[in-house]
């Protein structure tokens, strides 16, 4: 088994209203930033996950996804599989 | 009439239902803790509202695999009825008890405020005792109050008449 780094992007789904996104890019330009595209917000989530392969932990990382870390409704995710932790980079 | 009132960590209008099931429906309630595997035998399930687990990750995402939802899941799958009111709604969505998924509002505030619902049709379990266009006066306190699903699955709730209430005006009109 290895430990591998394990780091979720949960974003909501293209097409769904996103008011969060939407406040944050207001506050952008009123900033004086400007050029800004379209602005989303979701979540990171990030953790460690001791697999006998780098597929086996993509698979059960996923599988947390879809039950628990991200709601198929509104969010998308995707999922980074790293180099096992306190590997040299 | 046992009715069950579920106590997550975080809830905090647990106590309201409880009274509410004594005193507004002359029954019998019992809290039933979210670790717990028995539903003490209840007739029904209520999940109130409140913070469950802080809303952390989405309101009701985590409440939603409480011990007690295996049971809760169960029941209802077998017919029981189950009320979920406000973070208990969000909780029932988040478990797939129900479809679709409560976002932020969309005006990004917190609403706290009373509303007016209109009862859309008067049938057991739950809105039996209510007319068919009723007009009731509710308290909303919520910052994800705003209900989502895909269009087909908007389209087969109203078509199969499932939608309970609808937020109108005082005279019932939307």
Not at chain 2, 5 to 28: H, I, M, R, W
Not at chain 2, 103 to 118: A, T
Request: overall charge negative.
């Amino acid at each position: 088994m290895t430990e591998y780094g394990i780091e979720v992007r949960v974003t909501p789904r293209r097409g769904i209203l996103d008011p969060q996104g939407k406040a944050v890019g207001g506050a952008l330009a009123s900033l004086g930033f400007s050029g800004v595209g379209e602005v989303h917000v979701g979540r990171l989530i990030v953790f460690s996950l001791a697999a006998s392969s780098e597929a086996g932990a993509r698979e059960r990382a996923e599988a947390m996804c879809r039950q628990l870390l991200a709601n198929p409704v509104t969010e998308d995710f995707a999922v980074t599989v790293g180099a096992p932790a306190g590997s040299a980079p | 009439m046992r009715i069950g009132v579920v106590t997550f960590p975080g809830s905090n209008c647990d106590y309201d239902c409880y009274k509410a099931v004594q005193e507004g429906l002359g029954a019998e309630a019992v809290f039933l803790w979210h670790k717990e595997h028995d539903l003490q035998g209840v007739d029904a399930v209520f999940l109130p509202g409140g913070f469950s687990y802080g809303d952390y990750l989405r309101a009701g995402a985590i409440a939603a695999h409480s011990p007690i939802m295996r049971e809760v899941i169960a029941f209802a799958s077998a017919g029981g009825p189950v009320a979920g009111v406000c973070n208990g709604f969000q909780i029932l969505c988040e478990a797939g008890l129900l479809p679709g998924a409560l976002m932020r509002n969309r005006s990004l505030k917190f609403r706290s405020r009373p509303v007016y619902l209109r009862v859309e049709k008067s049938q057991p379990p739950f809105t039996s005792e209510y007319e068919a266009g009723q007009v009731l006066q509710v308290p909303i306190a919520h910052g994800e109050g705003c209900y989502t699903a895909d269009p087909d699955v908007l389209d087969q709730l109203e078509a199969e008449g499932r939608v309970a209430f609808r937020y109108c005006d005082r005279e019932g009109r939307r």
